[in-house]
């Protein structure tokens, strides 16, 4: 076979390529740094041309050029799966909305037949065997282009080759049309600024909790990667790796030689993940390195497969939780900030695993847009919170001021837990809310 000649005739422009799009389709941009560039500045000057063309994406690293066109809404909507601040900013507009999910189901999704008209999306030039690389986000992809009509694919040489389990590459000969884009440095997500106090007092209380020979799930934020850079920091050894999301806090270990994953139970010596995003470091770290691998995120995300690794440390933060141990790591009440993910799955995951560790961390508050300091622990989630992770399955909590166990525990033991690493500030209000909830005991004072 002559990829090279299959490649040259299914080369085009942009402009040519965008032409199958019609009003009414549904355009797949893929995931986070995967999005296209120059496909969709072509789509976004056909506006005039299209009314409700419906597209899906999600991790948004850059505002899309579909969405600063004039009168944006009725030509595009935007579907997210998971919310960055892009994200929030395109519904902010009124023309872009939400699509809850727990992660770990986004591939079944397309398996059960949702519709993708359309699916245009960055990748890797193709190698000589004809294949185009998803570089860092083997997420859904490949079920996704599976049912995709016509399948259109923009080359980034500035793309990492990442290596993977499966669904991370896709031939030539299933794809349809092929633009070789402008070649954009990759999105680039900051860590969140120097570490706070707070974090490091949170990071503190974890790193102390890992045992050498830890399989490491770390969430995105500055707590979890100021924990990442803690660990590189520690005396841990033999450390493994097997996440939704891979972070510069990873890079950072592995340059330490924390990371040789000889007791994973599965994939031993593999960091297994299902997309990454971070700095320039991160990339060129993954790039064609045979010590990381993408897999598919319902493969990384399944609580079956989590379970199996022993030792198993699940870290991830949080908006705020109440006094029953319900957590929403998701809104500001109606205001809708992130997802899901697969913070739920990685904590069932990480407390089947023999050893393992669930750890939800935040700071105990947080100012307001008023500049008022209040609490992220609060007597009942507020109206419209998403309770990300049900009070039944969380384990550790976190804050500045110490760690708690709540499995076990009854309503009056949880409260008592929660509130004691609250901000002193807020423990007695929080105490008499507790007493009309009825889930206080005077003793505890």
């Known amino acids: 076979m002559d990829f090279r000649a299959e490649y040259e005739k299914k080369l085009t422009t942009a402009a040519e390529a965008v032409k199958v799009v019609k009003s009414g389709d549904w355009v797949d941009y893929g995931w986070c740094t995967n999005h296209p560039v120059a496909l969709d500045k072509a789509l976004a000057a056909r506006k005039d041309e299209l009314f409700d063309v419906k597209i899906r994406g999600g991790v948004t690293m850059w505002m899309p050029e579909i969405a600063k066109v004039e009168n944006a809404g009725k030509h595009f909507t935007w579907n997210s799966w998971h919310c960055s601040g892009i994200d929030r900013a395109i519904i902010a507009r009124g023309m872009g909305y939400f699509t809850p999910m ?6 079944r999704f397309y398996r059960d037949g949702l519709t993708v008209d359309v699916a245009m ?3 890797t030039p193709m190698d000589k065997h004809g294949n185009f690389n998803y570089a860092l986000a083997a997420s859904h992809l490949s079920d996704m282009l599976d049912q995709a009509k016509v399948i259109i694919l923009e080359v980034n040489e500035n793309l990492p080759w990442v290596n993977g389990l499966n669904g991370c590459e896709i031939n030539i000969m299933d794809v349809d049309m092929v633009v070789e884009g402008d070649n954009p440095p990759v999105a680039q997500l900051g860590s969140g600024g120097p570490p706070s106090e707070v974090d490091r007092a949170v990071a503190n209380l974890v790193v102390p909790e890992i045992p050498n020979g830890a399989c490491l799930q770390l969430g995105i934020g500055a707590m979890p990667n100021t924990i990442g850079s803690m660990i590189a920091k520690s005396d841990l050894k033999d450390l493994a790796v097997h996440t939704e999301m891979y972070v510069d806090g990873f890079v950072d270990m592995a340059a330490a030689g924390k990371l040789t994953g000889k007791h994973k139970q599965l994939h031993r010596g593999r960091q297994v993940f299902a997309f990454a995003a971070g700095s320039q470091k991160l990339y060129d770290y993954m790039d064609h390195n045979p010590n990381v691998m993408g897999a598919p995120v319902d493969y990384t995300n399944d609580v079956h497969v989590i379970s199996q690794i022993d030792n198993f440390i699940s870290i991830n933060n949080a908006i705020n939780m109440d006094l029953y141990g319900q957590v929403n790591a998701e809104s500001a009440g109606v205001k809708h900030i992130s997802g899901t993910g697969g913070q739920l799955d990685f904590a069932l995951g990480a407390y089947l695993s023999n050893g393992g560790k669930s750890f939800i961390c935040m700071s105990s508050t947080v100012v307001n847009e008023d500049g008022i300091m209040i609490s992220r622990i609060v007597p009942t989630l507020p109206n419209g919170s998403i309770a990300t992770d049900p009070r039944a399955c969380v384990q ?15 309503t ?8 004691s690493i609250a901000h002193p500030d807020f423990r007695e209000s929080l105490i008499k809310y507790a007493e009309k909830m009825r889930i206080w005991r005077k003793s505890n004072r």
Request: proline fraction near 3%.
């Open 102 to 107: 727990r992660y770990s189901e986004l591939p």
């Open 121 to 123: 999306l960055q990748v």
């Open 396 to 410: 550790y909590i976190v804050t500045e001021y110490g760690m708690v166990n709540l499995k076990g525990l009854s």
């Open 412 to 419: 009056w033991e949880r409260a008592e837990k929660i509130i």
